[in-house]
Structures are given as C-alpha cells and as structure tokens.
C-alpha cells in the first residue's frame, strides 16, 4: 500500500502522477510476494483490492496529510516532534468536529 499511495493520492487530487525511481513498483512487489500459482492468476485483483484500501486509509487520513504537507511546504522538513504535534492537533480538530 505504501507503494501505491503517491500514484493514488495524484489519482485523488487530479493531478499527474509523478515518477520517482523509488523501486517500489506495487505491482512487481505484490508479485514477488505471492508464491502460489491460485495467488499469481489472481494478481491483477490484488492489485485493484490494494488500490481500494490505499484510497480509503488515504481519505481517512486526509487531514493528516494536508497538515503535514503544509508543515513542509512552510519549513521545508518536520522532525519527529513536529510531525508527531502536527498530527496529533489534526486528529484534536477532527474529533471535536466530529463529535
């Protein structure tokens, strides 16, 4: 899934996918993981199900992330504490929206 979230967060947005030379190609991990030949037929529904709960983990913690971004677009890097604050004050403000 961590794999797929750049291109699915992009597909999101509307926005192009930009390449990076990560070696993270989802699908070639996903198959070097499946060893039996059932498994390997069915790859390509893998693939698709891993697509699905990417986007849901993705809108689940969309405040998360724009806050986040936004911390590095102003600082240019967050250390642990500031990522760790940043997260915590999203999760804060949507509770208390949510409840």
Known sequence: MTALAQ??????????TVQTD??????ALLRAGLTEP???AVSA???RVLRARTRAA???SWAE????AAGLLEHGELDAEALRYRVQ??????????N
Do not use: F, H, M
């Not at 291109?7 to 192009?16: C, H, K, Y």
């Not at 990560?22 to 699908?27: F, K, L, N, Q, V």
């Not at 992330?65 to 986040?68: F, G, N, T």
């Open 38 to 40: 059932d498994e390997q």
């Open 7 to 16: 291109q699915e967060a992009a597909t999101l947005l509307n926005v192009p």
């Open 45 to 47: 529904e893998y693939l």
């Open 65 to 68: 992330i724009q806050v986040v």
């Open 58 to 60: 993705l809108r689940r």
């Open 89 to 98: 004050c999203a999760q804060g403000i949507r509770g208390t929206l949510l």
């Open 22 to 27: 990560s070696g993270r190609d989802a699908a």
